[in-house]
């Protein structure tokens, strides 16, 4: 029997399989709505404004009215306390913000030398999401990695730029200096610069990477795969929309188990702990996010990060997923959200993204996860000063952005290293 043969058989299997599916679904949900005893994720998501917070700042650095700095970054603890004390000027400063204008160089940097708070999230991201994630709305539509509220005289101006640094934006806001005051007085210098100070640094990748001198030790940590451990077939199926006991599905040579639905979508769990979701027809469609929301950039993000949460973000162990991009396709109309999993505040590299989720007109089109769980060892890894690294690789790979992170190869251990993005 030659291969097209047993494809053509294959095919005509899952047809069967599909009708015989429908038959039992319409006996199993005698309501007729097959998604009515479904949890939050798959159509329950249609009418979901839940605000979601999809990430917060790596990198945080207190200034002082000497200009002397307090910075955290790579110790998740740290980070979430200093944010919680911070978050609400940053909340009233774009609730508040008056129509920004271009900014210069010189202006951004001495903003950064003068009381106020410094924020670095690592990607670029919607103003109007940072503020819903405070709790506060702007009228603001631009996109930005870092932010700094500064103090000057008696006002204070929230500065903003995005990723590739080419854009610097500032504008009036309503805080008052003496909130600002408040907070920088919980915080001792601790000897943090911006690489823009440092002697010889001027011309590094990054200008505005903050240096800290002294880090906490950093563990090394056990990777896994959660796919079948703690994630199960019967519980990625329900967040799609699918129900196990009538999907018709097969098992691929590779161990590759896949579930197909009338009009072709797909559900596939790979060996490796991979998640593929694939819409064949838009119109087949079921899954609704950002809908019902003026703001919708900012609605599938969350509801994408909601969406990944469910499935892998409460079975990674020590991890946390945060949002790190969002990509438009104009030909298609198609946004594209992408997340990582970070440990302690340090991105981990995996295949690809921790969830890639495609989203048209308010539906999830196409989906890929990687089920991946991680624990901490005993082990402590002895690294090299993040000022010595950035020099280092400012040598080796002038114009790359160095970054502490973990390259999770399925090898179960990994160790912190400084890799050049």
């Known amino acids: 029997m ?19 599916a429908l038959i039992l679904g319409s006996q199993v ?3 007729g709505n097959i998604f009515s005893n479904l949890p939050s994720g798959s159509e329950v998501l249609e009418h979901n404004t839940t605000v979601t917070e999809a990430a917060r700042p790596l990198s945080i650095a207190i200034t002082n009215e000497h200009g002397l700095h307090c910075a955290v970054k790579y110790d998740a603890e740290q980070l979430e306390t200093s944010y919680a004390n911070v978050k609400m000027l940053f909340g009233e400063a774009l609730g508040s913000a008056g129509d920004s204008y271009e900014a210069t160089v010189y202006q951004w940097e001495t903003a950064l ?18 503020a819903r994630w405070t709790g506060a709305e702007t009228s603001e539509t ?39 005051k408040t907070e920088v007085e919980k915080y001792l210098p601790n000897g943090a610069q911006f690489a823009f100070e440092i002697d010889g640094l001027e ?19 056990y990777a896994t795969s959660s796919l079948y451990t703690q994630i199960t077939e019967d519980m990625i199926l329900k967040a799609f929309g699918m129900d196990s006991y009538v999907v018709p599905s097969y098992t691929e040579k590779d161990g590759t188990r896949v579930f197909v639905e009338v009009g072709g979508t797909m559900v596939r769990l790979l ?88 989203v048209r007109e308010g539906f999830i089109t196409e989906a890929k996860l990687f089920a991946r769980e991680y624990q901490q060892t005993d082990q402590i ?4 000063p993040e000022l010595q690294a950035v020099m280092i690789m400012d040598s080796i790979s ?21 890799l050049a993005y």
């Open 2 to 20: 030659n291969a097209r043969t047993v494809e053509q058989i294959k095919l005509l299997v899952i047809v069967f399989l599909s009708c015989t």
């Open 29 to 31: 949900y005698t309501s």
């Open 113 to 130: 030398q003068r009381e106020g708070v410094f924020l670095d999230f690592e990607a670029d991201i919607p103003l109007r999401s940072i």
């Open 142 to 180: 631009k996109s930005a990695r870092y932010l700094c509220i500064s103090v000057d005289g008696e006002t204070a101006d929230l500065y903003f730029m995005n990723d590739s640094r080419d854009n610097i934006y500032v504008c009036s806001t309503a805080v008052q200096p003496v909130s600002i």
């Open 203 to 221: 011309s590094t990748a990054n200008p505005y990477l903050i240096f800290i001198q002294d880090m906490q030790p950093i563990q090394t940590v």
């Open 271 to 358: 060996p490796e702990g991979i998640i593929v979701y694939d819409v064949v027809e838009y119109e087949d469609a079921s899954l609704r996010i950002g809908y019902g929301d003026e703001d919708y950039i900012s609605s599938i993000i969350e509801g994408a990060c909601q969406f990944a949460q469910q499935i892998i973000g409460n079975c990674c162990g020590i991890a946390d997923i945060q949002f790190s991009g969002i990509f438009y396709d104009e030909n298609k109309g198609e946004y594209t959200v992408q997340f990582d999993y970070y440990i302690n505040g340090i991105r981990v590299l995996v295949d690809g993204n921790a969830a890639e989720i495609t």
């Open 381 to 384: 890894k002895t690294i090299i």
């Open 398 to 418: 002038p114009g790359s952005e160095v970054r502490l992170s973990y390259q999770d190869s399925l090898n179960n251990e990994m160790e912190p290293e400084w």
